[in-house]
């Protein structure tokens, strides 16, 4: 028998588990807050280790947007005893906020802590790690910025002790809603940021912001001739109702000594920070105990049925050419460089034709430019392929199957383009009031698309180049923008000398009063024209691409 006694099932059996529960009683009596914020600190200091092009970058946004914030905050300032002050800063307030709401779903890789599902493994309650990512979100160049900028708006309305009592609660609380708001539209949106349409929506975002400069561009030039800061009063009445843009309205009318609407301005500022902060942690919670759809692999019979070729795609003819056309058209909706281009091309051929006709220098023949600016879209054809032109040059075995391929990518660009150029003509039509005008706009738009469809098609086969895949602003290889240039210039100045015939019976129409009555002839004879012009640009490139091959998939292939 063994001296050494065997422990009975009752005696405490030495191990870890006081360790652990000390241990667990450690890390939870341990601030989270505090840890958050030196985790921002260290994210922004390892950030800017070993690349000088990212400090650089860094700074140069700094110092940039604190030279903004300052000159902002100044004239602010300088409005102070205007009568028309409080309109400014409560709209500047409400534009402010609206920029903190869209700014994560444009920028979701600006900021690694936006991002809360890679917490959800930590042992965090919801509750906590709202407070701790609150505080940490006020470290950064826009909060910054915004402090500036609502302190500017607290002075410029401030008056009387109780103006200044009711700015100094201000300007925290348009900061933490402006925050507070940003937190919560991109946690409920998380899942949608971190996807491929997410990143989608950030490569999208350059566009909407140049559309938003020329709508506020616009908007600024009618509002200045049309009476000044005056025409925004009854809008301000409004605005300063809504959150967090009630926090400068409260300072505004604390300072006319309207206590009663400042009281309720107040009130509904502090139950929209708290409102948000609760939706806040409803949506923390949520990402926390629910599972990513995207690990689900199981599709619906609706989409297996669509991916096979069901759907709006059994419209298109079978064969090679129903193929294209469904590759080219989900190619402008998946890929994001070539939705960028589509879309940039789709808003800017309207926004130039509709604002410049709405400020009295229209025609109805701008709506042309939109017709070029998709039409450039048919421009290095197999170099919007990349890498995967292999696959498509694989089924090229002579010049009936290079027509067809090219053929099917001009129908592609035709199903969009025309409907679109006719739309813009009609609308440019209306704002300019010269309906008689808008079969000539129509005949002359459609000429110049068959144009530019025919230099495409010839500019795909004759100067093919690549466009990288790793950088959101390359749409060049090294090396190769000599062969884009020249291909893209020489397309478009032919493109004019195709279609000049139709351009010259245009301007005969336009200066002969006697010939104005017969401009319809222009759009059976424009349809007629731009449809002889791709049909014979796709026919003579199609032999081309044959013989140049090799050098077209090896030129579609670098970067």
Known sequence: M?????????????????????????????????????????????????????????FTSLAFSL????????????????????????????ILALGWAFMPLFFPTGDETLDPSRL????????????????????????????????????????????IVAGVVAVPLLLLGCVTLARTVATANVRLLSSRKGRDIAV???????????????????????????????????????????????????????????????????????????MWERSLTRLMVTPDGSTIAAASSKEKRESAGGGIWRWLPAGRTGATVQRTLRYAVRDPKT???????????LIFPVFTTLQGDGSVYLACFGAGMLGAQMYNQFGQDTSAF??????????????????????????????????????TAGLAGDWRGLPAGVGMALALLGSMLCTGALASAHYPYSIPTDGAFKNVAPGQAGLAWTGIAGGLLSSAVICSPVIALAIWFEMDDAMQSLSWILLPLGTVWGAVAAWAGVRLAAPVVVRKLPEILGAVSKG
């Open 339 to 349: 939705k960028m281009s589509w879309a940039s091309a789709l808003a800017v051929g």
């Open 120 to 163: 959800v493994m930590l042992p965090l309650r919801p509750r906590p790690l709202v407070r701790a990512l609150l505080v940490s979100s006020l470290i950064g160049i826009g909060p910054l910025f915004t402090l500036c900028i609502a302190v500017g708006s607290v002075v410029a309305v401030a008056r009387g002790t109780a103006g």
């Open 2 to 58: 063994s001296a050494t006694a065997t422990p009975s099932a009752s005696a405490p059996v030495p191990g870890p588990a006081p360790a652990s529960a000390a241990a667990g009683r450690g890390a939870a009596a341990v601030d989270p807050t505090a840890v958050f914020v030196r985790l921002k600190l260290s994210l922004i200091r390892n950030g800017l280790k070993g690349s000088s092009k990212r400090k650089a970058a860094y």
């Open 67 to 94: 030279v903004v914030a300052l000159f902002v905050a100044l004239g602010l300032a300088m409005l102070h005893g205007h009568a028309r002050a409080g309109t400014v800063v409560v709209m500047l307030a409400a």
């Open 390 to 427: 292999w696959m498509v040059a694989q089924t090229i075995g002579g010049p009936r199957d290079a027509f067809v391929e090219l053929r099917a990518r001009a129908y592609a660009l035709a199903l969009v383009t025309v409907p679109y150029t006719v739309l813009v003509t009609v609308v």
């Open 204 to 278: 999208l975002s350059g566009l909407v912001i140049a559309v938003g400069a020329q709508l506020a561009n616009f908007a600024s030039q009618r509002l200045m001739e049309a009476g000044g800061l005056a025409r925004l009063a009854p809008a301000a009445e409004v605005v300063q109702w809504l959150p967090p843009a009630t926090a400068v309205g409260m300072v505004d009318s604390a300072s006319r000594g309207a206590y009663g609407a400042a009281a309720g301005q107040l009130a509904l500022t502090v139950l929209a920070v708290v409102l948000l902060m609760w």
